[in-house]
């Protein structure tokens, strides 16, 4: 294929970011730079002014932290996957040729480009690249089902695709249009795979560009830089949208509180479209460190990998944590001590992991949508607990009217900014979704919190229709759809229940269809067209009716409260 195939339609020239049509032109900028003084001075009871400590910088972001860092510290190791590295220095050497490759190839400022591919170099230089340009990407699981896919691709409206030849496969195939530019990542240059499936490869469009590609001025901190999809509860799922400042204003505050050290060498095994892994990369880029990224999670090897590249931090979310700690003790005393920044703490475990393996556990509290709103400090984490408000952050706890509840009493937290680039720009073409979300000039989280007398916050559960499983946001309504679509099932519930490794299973309850006898690991299989694995139910239960409200809605509450039937089948292994 040459290159005319593969060049994009000519749009704006790259270096003038043009206004990018969010479907947000009639919402309001809620408390963008910061307090308003139009906003209701209503600070809540969980603000306390005595402990503001404002220092962000609302102009730094990645791409101008790692050129800095190329001039700086060109040599020093930045990244390692697998053995495979790079320095500040190269590694913004290549994400500027391979920026320069995909502007000559037609990718625009403001276009959207999907990458879905496991971790590696080529994926960071991917990411990075597409942001110099001034374009806008968005990742999304390797697991990633077709429907899913088909409706992020059309939603974004993209143009650009990056991914492993087999993922290229599967994205061309959901596409609800013809996908103008797919470039393959880790396949080498002139690649007869990429060649096959029409597509050019990264080391193709670094290699067009030579050794000095014409320079491009990164973007400022204010403008879209990724569009990132969390679960819906209602509805298909919604892109967030990040601006570059998020990541490094997140960066910041993860520093600030967790207390991490400049040059610090950071563990992470979690994907790079997970805004946890992208945060560790950022964090060690801010911290002029180096990080370590993981392909997958081995809840055998994870420490051994800590040891091994001499780990300062490492994140983790609740059931890794679980895991680790059901493996053998080792022998012999940890190397040194260290932090592990996460969520989702399984408190009955948390102090003994900590002595076992000489660490402090930190939980943080956050979202896609706002970055950061409560986390712990080493030393005082208080186990079950997810810390206390940060200083850049207002909040209260309320009740359903909105109205503050008292200490220990358990309500929905809301929030606001006191400093820029700390939450998203918005849902991407939803205004009315984010309107309701910013309802009152709060950000209404959806989940429920109680404040202890000691100031800090207990997550209780959630108030909207998600269920959190192994780190992920799972949707409910998902769920539901994709087990709708088989003719067996009449009506269908998903709920979360505890799961003995932290944070929730799913459960899905049916109603069979008349004169069906429904065979529940069929129905799991025919779902798995559908869903990412880590949103299939572990539970299945056949039930002859589902409750209902009024409206004849099933209602959710009352199948939460009733719990699964004897009868509930576990479809997946016994963990031990």
Not at 128 to 140: E, I, K, R
Not at 286 to 297: K, M, N, S
């Amino acid at each position: 294929m040459d290159g005319s195939d593969r060049r994009l339609a000519r749009g704006p020239q790259a270096g003038v970011h043009p206004r990018v049509d969010t479907g947000l032109s009639h919402a309001p900028d809620p408390l963008v730079g910061g307090h308003s003084a139009s906003v209701d001075e209503h600070p809540g009871p969980l603000r306390d002014p005595r402990r503001v400590n404002i220092d962000l910088d609302p102009t730094e972001t990645p791409l101008r932290d790692l050129r800095a860092a190329a001039t700086s510290d060109p040599d020093r190791t930045f990244i390692d996957i697998a053995g495979a590295t790079l320095s500040y220095g190269e590694l913004w050497d290549e994400t500027r040729r391979a920026a320069a490759g995909l502007r000559d190839a037609g990718l625009r400022p403001g276009d959207r480009a999907v990458i879905m591919a496991p971790n590696s170099i080529e994926v960071l230089v991917a990411w990075f690249a597409v942001q110099l340009v001034g374009a806008v990407d968005a990742p999304v699981s390797v697991e990633a089902p077709g429907p899913y896919l088909a409706h992020v691709l059309g939603d974004l409206e993209a143009r650009v695709a990056f991914g492993t030849p087999e993922t290229l496969e599967v994205l061309r195939a959901a596409a609800p249009t013809e996908l103008e530019l797919l470039v393959a990542v880790d396949e080498p240059a002139g690649s007869t795979r990429a060649g096959d499936l029409g597509s050019t490869t990264l080391r193709d469009l670094v290699a067009a560009a030579g050794h000095e590609p014409d320079e491009l001025e990164p973007p400022q901190a204010a403008e879209l830089g990724t569009i990132m999809y969390s679960s819906g509860t209602t509805g298909p799922s919604k892109g967030v949208m990040l601006s570059h400042g998020y990541y490094s204003t997140l960066a910041r505050v993860h520093a600030t509180f967790a207390r991490l050290s400049r040059g610090a060498r950071i563990y992470c095994t979690q994907p790079l479209c997970h805004i946890d892994a992208r945060s560790a990369v950022i964090d060690a880029l801010h911290l002029r460190g180096q990080i370590v990224l993981g392909t997958r999670f081995s809840a055998s090897g994870f420490w051994d990998e800590v040891e091994k590249n001499d780990i300062d931090v490492f994140f983790y979310v609740g059931t890794m944590i679980h895991l680790i700690f059901k493996q053998p003790i080792r022998a012999g005393a940890p190397t040194r001590r260290r932090v592990g920044l996460g969520s989702a703490t399984p408190a009955s475990i948390h102090r003994e992991f900590e002595r076992r393996f000489d660490v402090d556990l930190v939980e943080g509290y956050g979202m896609t949508e706002f970055g950061i709103m409560a986390g712990q400090t080493p030393g005082r984490a208080l186990p079950g607990t997810v810390g206390e408000v940060v200083d850049w952050v207002e909040a209260r706890i309320v009740d359903s009217s909105d109205q503050d509840v008292e200490d220990g009493q358990s309500g929905e937290l809301l929030v606001r900014p006191r400093a820029q680039h700390l939450h998203m720009l918005g849902y991407w073409r939803r205004p009315e979704a984010t309107v309701e979300a910013w309802r009152g000039l709060w950000f209404h989280t959806g989940d429920v919190l109680r404040r202890q007398p000691n100031g800090a916050l207990e997550y209780v559960g959630r108030t909207k229709d998600s269920i959190r499983r192994r780190g992920e946001n799972v949707s409910a309504w998902e769920v539901e759809e994709a087990a709708a679509r088989h003719p067996g099932v009449l009506e269908a519930a998903a709920i979360g229940v505890p799961s003995e490794l932290g944070e929730e299973d799913v459960a899905l309850v049916v109603v069979a269809s008349p004169g069906i006898a429904l065979d529940v690991r069929e129905l799991r299989e025919r779902m798995s067209d559908d869903l990412p694995r880590y949103a299939l139910p572990r539970y299945v239960d056949v039930v002859s009716e589902l409750p209902k409200t009024p409206s004849e809605r099933v209602a959710k509450g009352a199948v939460r409260e009733r719990g699964l039937s004897a009868g509930a089948v576990d479809l997946e292994p016994r963990r031990t």
